[in-house]
């Protein structure tokens, strides 16, 4: 199974997940915490999904671009007719030719194996002084997800110092981590954080 279909055979109750419930809750609180959204702002939301944090923001800014490779969850996105957000289904390093106030993102970094590469592309497409808000959880054993493999997980979470190093390497600056939430599963709290960084 590869993590299109997971996500695609997902899709429809995705929303009423206790774990989709508890991000929804505090990620898109934390980035509205975190960042002063302006009403010009338009923003990239990688791995948007059903777009739980898309339709959060979408009221503060000028438009979202939500980009997924998941035909079903891009479906449910699109029930919401959100007028400022354009659903776009591609994979990031396939191109694009927008340039962004802002990427933010929930929960889909860890899915991509080439973390430095999906970096300098948010880099990339970043404007002068533009911000990443990205939510992700923090290394982890392996237990969050449990069928990793099929997934689509590429990383059991993330080490924040190395991922600092790392976005100090490609340019990035200001660069913070806090906890945004601790989601309860199984028994178990994994933190998320909220990691902020901005283009020069």
């Known amino acids: 199974m590869t ?22 809750s505090s990620i898109p609180t934390a980035i509205q915490q975190a960042i002063a959204l302006q009403p ?7 791995g948007a999904g059903t777009g739980l944090l898309s339709a959060a923001l ?16 891009l479906a449910v996105l699109a029930e919401k ?18 340039t962004f106030d ?9 899915h991509v194996a080439d973390t430095a590469g999906l970096f300098t592309v948010f880099f ?7 911000f990443i808000a990205i939510a992700d959880l923090d ?5 969050f997800h449990g069928d990793n493999e099929g997934k689509g997980v590429k990383h059991l979470g993330f080490d924040r110092q190395q991922l600092s190093t790392m976005l100090q390497n490609i340019g990035y600056q200001a660069i913070a981590f806090h906890t945004a ?20």
């Open 3 to 24: 993590s299109v279909s997971h996500f695609d055979q997902a899709a429809q109750g995705w929303e009423q997940r206790p774990i989709s419930q508890q991000l929804a």
């Open 40 to 46: 010009q702002h338009r923003l990239l939301d990688f």
């Open 58 to 73: 979408a009221s503060q800014v000028a438009e979202i671009v939500a980009l997924d490779t998941s035909d079903a969850m």
């Open 81 to 98: 007719q959100l007028p400022n957000v354009r659903i776009v289904n591609q994979d990031i390093f396939h191109g694009m030719a927008d």
């Open 102 to 110: 802002g990427v933010v993102s929930c929960m889909a970094v860890h």
């Open 124 to 130: 990339q497409h970043l404007v002068s002084g533009g």
């Open 139 to 143: 290394q982890e054993d392996g237990s």
């Open 181 to 200: 939430v601790n989601v309860e599963k199984d028994g178990r709290s994994y933190p998320v954080f909220l990691l902020i960084a901005r283009k020069p």
